[in-house]
């Protein structure tokens, strides 16, 4: 619809309203995120709101909160839980700490880059946790995903030895934690606000991180080394309250759903172009950019796996998959 016609449509609305007829109530969705305005998923879920809300006629308003303004992601599935919040984009962290089998997409190296991450996301694995979250009291809308993780750290970086002992910013999700522990380095969760303050007066000696969030919040600036790693994938999921869902029409949810569905497509897709060019931009700083590959990490990832395997059983379902592509 045109902002011409949206906004006839709107005056009407209101003059109906004035005239004492009765309308639809507007239904107002809060959406929480823990990333910045500036954020490839905070934009979408802005892109998500206007499309939702051009397709129910004004009657869906989503109200965005970005930079965690509802609390840390434990907070915000708590108030999931109770319909106190609508629908949020979250990392699979609180939903690895209760079942390891999220923890899966974690694995190292499982996908090589953006396409590969984009395949395991439609696939029957990722399907079945997708649909398997209403155990949570949530509904699962879909995947999105943030920059493959890549490793910025203060001193220059040759080899796996260069990251011994050292303290490593991870986010407190277990498959990280562990394979930061493999790799013989101390992880160190800590909340992404956090980050840069910690990293520029030495509380952490480097990070686990994306080259988007490495340009946008200048970690660059104190780094000897940036680690072109590739070596996870990052997803993110989706969700929407379970009561809160259970109280709209069906024709909502369905909007809702496939609006949902075809931006996080398009967000995983852009993610190719995005770790690409924040690539290029950091190329253009003083700091080195090492590039590395699964051997860099000696047995550490196969040890991961070893561990992983039995922790969480959907794994093998996932490598399988992983093979096939
Ligand atoms: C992080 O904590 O590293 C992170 C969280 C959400 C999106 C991207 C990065």
Redesign the pocket.
């Known amino acids: 619809m045109s902002i011409l016609k949206s906004w006839a449509r709107g005056a009407l609305l209101s003059t109906i309203a004035f005239a004492g007829v009765q309308t639809a109530a507007a239904e107002e969705l809060r959406v929480g ?3 910045p305005p500036s ?1 490839k ?1 905070t934009i979408t879920a802005n892109e998500v709101a206007a499309e939702v809300k051009e397709k129910t006629d004004g009657r869906i308003d989503m109200l965005i909160f970005p930079s965690g303004q509802l609390g840390n992601e434990a907070l915000m599935l708590q108030q999931l839980q109770t319909g106190a919040l609508d629908v949020a984009f979250l ?1 699979l962290g609180e939903f690895a700490n209760r079942d390891p089998n999220y923890g899966i997409f974690l694995a190292p190296y499982i996908v090589q880059d953006v396409a590969g991450a984009r395949a395991l996301l439609k696939g029957k694995t990722a399907t079945e946790l997708l649909d398997g979250v209403s155990k949570f009291g949530v509904v699962g809308l879909g995947y999105g995903m ?2 493959m ?1 890549q490793i910025v750290m203060r001193g220059a970086v040759d080899s796996v030895a260069d990251l011994a002992g050292k303290k490593v ?3 407190p999700f277990k498959p990280e934690l562990d394979f930061w522990t493999t790799v013989g380095a101390t992880p160190t969760p800590m ?2 606000p956090a ?1 840069y303050d910690a990293f520029a007066n030495g509380q952490v000696d480097g ?4 080259f ?2 490495t340009w946008n919040t200048k970690y660059y600036e104190h780094a000897g080394a940036i680690v072109e790693s590739n070596h996870m994938m ?1 997803p ?1 999921i989706a969700v929407a309250s379970a009561r809160r869902w259970a109280s709209l029409s069906e024709e909502d949810r369905q909007t809702l759903d496939s609006v949902v569905k075809a931006h996080l497509d398009e967000l995983v897709h852009s993610y190719a172009q995005i770790d690409a060019d924040y690539l290029d931009k950091l190329k253009t700083t003083d700091v080195p950019v090492v590039k590395i590959d699964r051997a860099f990490f000696g047995d550490a990832v196969d040890d991961w796996y070893a561990d992983w395997r039995e922790k969480a059983p959907m794994l093998k379902q996932l490598e399988a998959e992983a093979a096939g592509l």
């Open positions: 995120m823990i990333t954020h998923w990392t943030a920059g993780r910013r991870t986010i909340p992404l980050l990070m686990q991180i994306d988007e969030g990052f993110m």
